[in-house]
Antibody
Framework: QVQLVQSGADMKKPGASVKVSCKAS????????IHWVRQAPGQGLEWMGW????????HSAQNFQGRVTMTRDTSISTSYMELSGLGSDDTAVYYC???????????????WGQGTLVTVSS | DIQMTQSPSSLSASVGDRVTITCRAS??????VNWYQQKPGKAPKLLIC???TLQSGVPSRISGGGSGTDFTLTISGLQPEDFATYYC?????????FGQGTKVEI
């Protein structure tokens, strides 16, 4: 079965960077886009961007451009999301999510990681 | 960016009730809307894609409808496990955007 297992909770100081990993299993990693979504405490869902594991192509939301870097390591079926210049408003649970089909236009987030809490505090 | 406006933001209901949540897009998105359920401390779960296609394993008391700019999620015969927060999401264009959520409470 499809599984996405994310790295553990992390605490960072303002201005630092954080890197969250998302290890995939149960399917061919390169065939399905991975999206990143975050959720601040008590708030809604905010889309951050996607990565195409096949060739590493990415697209990030304008809110995060210049601050977010999405990468992947196909040898270990793992995607990464690194966010730099952290501020207190970046405190959130960060999720990776896989689309439901291997179509390049599919944007239905059918499989989610368990989430990674990132706390930004001095 | 396409704005997704959900209503209500919360509602109180009882087991057995029929509840309907609405989602309005700021422009036409045809039928490119998905619905997710989220329980406290858990990741969202995809319930419905493309406005009305129920995902495998989702009970048939949950249904979705609409097209263009106006969409609905209906739960007929609310069960204890349905108390959660529900989000709509447009999959028509990037950036993906979500509604603000509807909390269904007892």
């Amino acid at each position: 079965q499809v599984q996405l297992v994310q790295s553990g909770a992390d605490m960072k100081k303002p201005g630092a960077s954080v890197k969250v990993s998302c290890k995939a299993s149960g399917y061919t990693f390169s065939d399905y886009y991975i999206h990143w979504v975050r959720q601040a405490p008590g708030q809604g869902l905010e889309w951050m961007g996607w990565i195409r594991p096949n060739d590493g192509g990415t697209h990030s939301a304008q809110n995060f451009q210049g601050r977010v870097t999405m990468t992947r390591d196909t040898s270990i079926s793992t995607s990464y999301m690194e966010l730099s210049g952290l501020g207190s408003d970046d405190t959130a649970v960060y999720y990776c999510a896989r689309v439901t089909t291997d179509s390049p236009v599919n944007k239905n987030l059918g499989h989610w990681g368990q989430g990674t809490l990132v706390t930004v505090s001095s | 960016d396409i704005q997704m406006t959900q209503s209500p933001s919360s509602l109180s209901a009882s087991v057995g009730d029929r509840v309907t949540i609405t989602c309005r897009a700021s422009q036409t998105i045809y039928r490119f809307v998905n619905w997710y359920q989220q329980k406290p401390g858990k990741a969202p779960k995809l319930l419905i894609c493309d406005a009305s296609t129920l995902q495998s394993g989702v009970p048939s008391r949950i249904s979705g409808g609409g097209s263009g700019t106006d969409f609905t999620l209906t739960i007929s015969g609310l069960q204890p496990e349905d108390f959660a927060t529900y989000y709509c999401q447009q999959s028509y264009s990037i950036p993906l955007t979500f509604g603000q959520g509807t909390k269904v409470e007892i």
